[in-house]
């Protein structure tokens, strides 16, 4: 903290020390960020902070609030500090090996929801938050989330067990489909999208996070292509695929899925009324595996 201090810190004190800090390091919302990391610092419930805030803090708490205010304060998310991201209702466990859930992605799991399954494939699933909030909202379903790296499995394995999902939910290590079995009446997938001439200009917090997963580089559509070329042949006759997608991508990713003879393409917007979802639908007739 800055400034001689003389008798007990209090919250209030500690959080009119931070919030300076904060605010000269360009965060947007200052106030907010000191309050959520004061709490986690002194094990509060956010919620229960006001009330706590006249206490005087533990030195432990005292220390890992100056140091959390510290790697906020050089752009790291709140949620590389924390270890933890509220995404559908629900708090995952996040690590700099995962890909923040973000709010956009909800969209993806409402529309996934929207219609019964039985089988889910979750590609490149990170914390394993869309497989497992579908999961939850679907109690007869079991799925599968891929990664290809095992740090980031791990994440979601541990995430699984917090929800009591590890008994419905199966993780790979997998090059999206190489090693995925069977078939599936539902993929999702939220890939790394953005184009590579894009990057420069993320937020400091965004490029904290995991490079390979925000961008595959070029035009952003790689992974795309992949998923279009692979998914006929693992989704049953009437299965549905769905992918988030950069709000200028709809009309190419839509495209690529018709190429595969995909069917039922529709683009669906987000909150603020950007595109943020293509999904599409295997024909109820065709059993065949699709374009290779």
């Known amino acids: 903290m800055t400034g001689p201090v003389t008798g007990p810190v ?8 931070a919030i300076p800090r904060l605010v000269a390091a360009g965060i947007p919302d200052a106030p907010r960020d000191a309050r959520v990391l004061l709490a986690h610092a002194a094990g509060i419930a956010a919620d229960r902070l006001t009330l706590h805030l006249h206490d005087p803090l533990p030195p432990d708490a ?3 609030f100056d140091a959390a205010i510290a790697r906020r304060a050089a752009r790291e998310p709140i949620s590389h500090i924390t270890g933890l ?4 209702g629900r708090s995952f466990r996040v690590t700099p090996d995962t890909l923040d859930p973000r709010p956009e992605t909800e969209i993806l799991v409402e529309a996934a929801l929207s219609e019964p399954f039985l089988k889910v494939l979750d590609l490149g699933t990170g914390t394993g938050c869309i497989l497992l909030s579908c999961l939850a909202g679907m109690p007869m379903a079991r799925g599968i989330g891929t990664d ?9 394995k541990e995430n699984a067990r917090n929800h009591g999902l590890q008994g419905r939910a199966g993780f790979l290590h997998s090059d999206w489909f190489a ?7 539902l993929i999702l997938s939220n890939p790394p999208y953005i184009a590579e001439d894009e990057m420069a200009a993320l937020s400091p917090e ?6 390979r997963a925000l961008t595959p580089g070029g035009d952003g559509l790689d992974a795309y292509r992949v998923i279009a070329r692979g998914a ?5 006759p009437g299965g549905r695929l769905m992918v988030e997608i950069g ?35 295997k024909a109820s007739d065709d059993t065949g595996c699709g374009t290779a």
């Open 148 to 156: 290809i790296h095992p740090a980031t499995l791990a994440v979601a």
């Open 206 to 211: 965004v490029l904290h996070e995991p490079r």
């Open 247 to 281: 709000p200028t991508q709809g009309a190419a990713v839509a495209s690529l899925f018709a190429a595969q003879g995909l069917q039922d393409i529709a683009i669906l917007p987000d909150l603020d009324g950007r595109d943020r979802v293509v999904q599409a639908r």
């Open 62 to 64: 005292l220390a890992a």
């Open 232 to 236: 006929p042949a693992r989704l049953m």
């Open 179 to 185: 090693a995925v079995p069977g078939r599936f009446d």
């Open 10 to 17: 209090t919250g209030a004190d500690a959080l009119r020390a």
């Open 85 to 88: 991201r509220l995404f559908w």
